[in-house]
């Protein structure tokens, strides 16, 4: 185990986008192993591979990671994208954890029944324009610098891009009352690493389709629909 890292996971964003998000952001290559069957799940599972039975997994410095937090955390701190101190890590902490709640109603769409979309749709909008939203555009605003923590790009930067552009997917104009974030959309999208994720051909994933959301529904043994907010 060893050179770059290696992500497992299906061949879709799910949990797994933040995590290549951020090692884009970082420049750091990575390797891809997709989950496509059942049996490969679970070769990884009596291997011994997944420390509580659930991917993403990343295999990176010699260590088999999962649990998505620690990984994203551990990448952070060693990418030098978490902060100086211990204060500045606490506000990066928290700004991740709240675009990770907004992203959180967003990843469950796939798997939502038809007639729960379009209200799961409104419900996202809703909630990023009036709970998530206005918290970083009056972030931006009373400190005046480029990015959201002690002015030096960090995974809170990158956390909230992605999210933000997981929301313009539902609702184009969504940030047409937020000129702070749409400032901070093209600043922080014209970062040449991030500029290169975001262009085609990158590892970035698309929207989930049909295939992606029958391939976890097999893989994990999924026979029921997820229940919108």
């Known amino acids: ?18 995590i290549r998000w951020l090692l884009a952001a970082a420049g750091v290559e990575f390797e891809e192993e997709f989950l496509e069957t059942r049996e490969q799940y679970e070769k990884l599972l009596q291997g011994g591979f ?28 060693k990418y030098n994208l978490y902060g100086k101190d211990l204060k500045e890590r606490a506000l990066i902490d928290m700004y991740v954890g709240g675009t990770d709640d907004l992203m959180g109603f967003i990843l469950m769409f796939p798997f939502l029944s038809v007639e729960d979309k379009e209200k799961q749709c409104a419900f996202v909008v809703q909630k990023a324009t009036s709970r998530y939203f206005p918290v970083y555009e009056k972030i931006l605003k009373d400190h005046g610098q480029d990015f959201l923590v002690g002015n030096s790009f960090s995974w809170a930067d990158v956390h909230l891009l992605e999210a933000i552009l997981m929301v313009e997917e539902k609702k184009s104009d969504v940030l047409s009352g937020f000129p ?44 029921y629909d997820v229940k919108a907010n």
């Open 1 to 18: 185990m060893s050179g770059k890292p290696r992500l497992y996971y299906f061949d879709g964003r799910g949990k797994m986008e933040s």
């Open 50 to 77: 997944l420390l509580f039975q659930q991917v993403p997994m990343v295999e990176i410095d010699g260590m088999r990671m999962v649990q998505t937090r620690a990984i994203l955390s551990y990448i952070a701190a």
């Open 180 to 223: 702070q974030l749409q400032a901070f959309k093209a600043r922080i999208s014209s970062i040449p690493t991030i500029k290169k994720f975001l262009e085609p051909g990158s590892q970035r994933k698309p929207v989930p389709d049909d295939k992606y959301v029958e391939t976890v529904r097999g893989v994990l043994r999924m026979y």
